[in-house]
């Protein structure tokens, strides 16, 4: 399957009027946003616990927030680094980097101050818009991570008041939220002193289609994150991709719930690119809370519900037990972990459409594979590719052979969405990226006669939990800086009750050395994201290794059937 076999076979598959191919961008996400500003007018373009931001108000804060940047010294090609959850600050400042020609690098807000140091050290950015929360961690870096500014956000400053939030939430979550997002953060600039500054001359220069709008890190197999870099156009070709994909969605007229992380690729460009280039409205939540979800369906329903199987379980439940109706819910993708078929089932009881699975990667915007909105759908598998979108199935060992049809093989994904390599790292770029712009996923598939691709395996040894990857080999580098801890290996292990997988840890202990689970977790938790943490430890007298000295993680797994964790 390559380019060169046009028509594609699996475009029969396709919902009726989506088309084989988009129209590539030719502006950047500048030209995106500015036209939604433009057109929206009115329109409310977030919603924050209850609290709404028109089109054009979100252009003026976008403007200023610019302008603040640049006094700052930011300019284009700078990196100017974002530690947000999602909440309307992180949407002005998204495109306001970007207004600068200067380049977003997203971050996880829970990230520990260790995680940060290396993707500081890594990307070099000097500008920081940070929670409040998150302002800490920042000062805990050593001298040589040199900061020229922090700009600290303080979600309460986007909240109604607090009158008005009480309607929206139970008392005791309430004094929990407020107590949570007013921590100070001195020796910061404010963000609402960088909203003070006038607009930015019109006439400042705006970034091309072709350059760098994000380095997006993603989870690696060596245990250092890598910087995805994407430009412009594989964010705006991706965003038009999902438009395309979404046949029917009305401008000014979708309702998504930005539920998903916009520091994770998924969101960023479900909410950030898409749902903005729609005129949609964006229901921000800064952490899933089911109950909080169903309070805002119950006055603004959403129509586009994008999330993973836990999160689609959870809601669908807690919806039947209100008694609140989710049948607005239209499109639905569901991502980043295997769609189990009761999941769909029960999803598709509540809701007022088809809830079908996608595949992607950060290295790919993310979005390359996905079933279509249509009967033709099967559920188990990954679907077909989108819109500009090609693949292959290759052998492994040698990915310039192609396998035959319905043969096991990694598969290549080429397309505008498919990014222009990692940020500092030649080596990694030519192991990921070959010739021809072709994306090795590191995932084992295979094709049906239509088209339609199943993960079989995987050749990277990630493990995907709660929908975010994690690198066994960063946790077990974290492990094996225990005083206790003389080997050890981590995986992944199936999470029966929600789907995806817990991280799991064997570990060999040191001679005459007792470990605990309460120990073990405590040494994780200072080192690393909760999602990160392993959930349960084992201790194993040797770890399986072959004749070259790697371990064996498979058989790890295997042996790990027939011991019990340690106590928890």
């Known amino acids: 399957m390559s380019t060169s076999s046009l028509p594609a076979p699996w475009t029969k598959h396709y919902q009726p009027g989506v088309p084989a191919e988009i129209e590539l961008p030719t502006e950047s996400l500048v ?24 089109y054009t108000s979100l252009g003026d804060q976008i403007s200023r927030a610019a302008e603040g940047l640049r006094g700052l010294g930011v300019k284009a090609g700078d990196r100017v680094a974002l530690i947000l959850p999602n909440c309307p600050q992180h949407v002005v400042a998204f495109y306001a980097v970007l207004r600068l020609g200067a380049i977003v690098v997203e971050h996880n807000p829970l990230y520990t101050a260790r995680e940060l140091r290396h993707l500081f050290e890594d990307h070099g950015a000097r500008v920081v818009i940070a929670w409040d929360v998150a302002v800490a961690k920042l000062r805990e870096q ?42 100070p953060a001195r020796d910061t600039i404010s963000w609402e002193k960088l909203l003070s500054s006038p607009p930015i001359d019109p006439g400042h220069p705006r970034p091309t289609v072709d350059d760098v709008a994000v380095v997006q890190y993603t989870s ?122 009761s ?9 007022g459409g088809l809830l079908v699975e996608g595949y992607g990667m950060t290295e790919a915007s993310p979005v390359c594979l996905g079933n279509p909105f249509a009967a033709s759908r099967r559920t188990g598998t990954i679907g077909v590719p989108f819109p500009s979108t090609w693949m292959k199935v290759v052998d492994p060992e040698d990915p310039t052979r192609e396998v035959a049809q319905g043969e096991r093989g990694e598969l290549l994904i080429h397309g505008p969405q498919v990014f222009h390599g990692y940020w500092h790292n030649e080596v990694e770029t030519e192991k990921t990226l070959l010739p021809g712009r072709w994306l090795r996923t590191g995932d084992i598939v295979t094709v049906d006669e239509d088209g339609f691709t199943s993960i079989v395996d995987r050749v990277k040894e990630l493990i995907i939990t709660g929908g975010f990857n994690v690198a066994p080999s960063e946790v077990e580098a974290v492990l094996l800086t225990h005083p206790g801890v003389r080997d050890v290996a981590v995986v992944g292990l199936p999470n029966e009750e929600v789907g995806g997988e817990r991280v799991i840890a064997a570990i060999t202990p040191e001679p005459g050395t007792t470990l605990t689970h309460a120990d073990l977790r405590a040494w994780c938790k200072e080192r690393l994201t909760g999602y990160k943490v392993p959930r349960d430890f ?13 371990v064996l993680r498979k058989q790890v797994r295997d042996d790990l059937a027939a011991l019990s964790p340690l106590p928890h």
């Open 31 to 54: 030209g995106l946003y500015e036209r939604s500003v433009a057109e929206g007018g009115d329109a409310v373009a977030l919603e924050f616990f209850g609290k709404e931001t028109t």
């Open 142 to 183: 050593p001298a040589d991570i040199t900061l020229d500014a922090i700009v600290a956000v303080n979600l309460l400053q986007a909240f109604p008041t607090v009158k008005r939030l009480a309607l929206s939430l139970p008392v005791k979550k309430l004094r929990q939220t407020r107590d949570r997002l007013t921590q």
């Open 220 to 341: 690696g197999t060596t245990g250092q994150p890598k910087g995805a870099i994407l430009t412009h156009s594989n964010l705006f070709s991706n965003a038009r991709q999902g438009e395309a994909w979404m046949h029917g969605a009305q401008y000014r007229r979708e309702t998504f719930y930005a539920i998903l992380p916009m520091f994770h690729a998924f969101g960023m460009t479900l909410f950030l690119t898409y749902g903005i280039l729609k005129q949609a409205r964006l229901v921000l939540f800064p952490q899933f809370d089911v109950d909080m979800v169903l309070d805002a369906a119950k006055k603004h329903p959403p129509t586009v519900y994008c999330a993973v199987p836990p999160i689609y379980e959870a809601t669908a439940k807690r919806a039947k037990e209100r008694g609140i109706s989710l049948r607005t819910a239209k499109y639905c993708i569901s991502g980043a972990m295997s769609l189990p078929n």
């Open 538 to 550: 084992y201790l194993i007298d040797e770890l399986p290794k072959s004749m070259l000295g790697k």
């Open 343 to 351: 999941t769909v089932e029960l999803w598709e009881s509540v809701s």
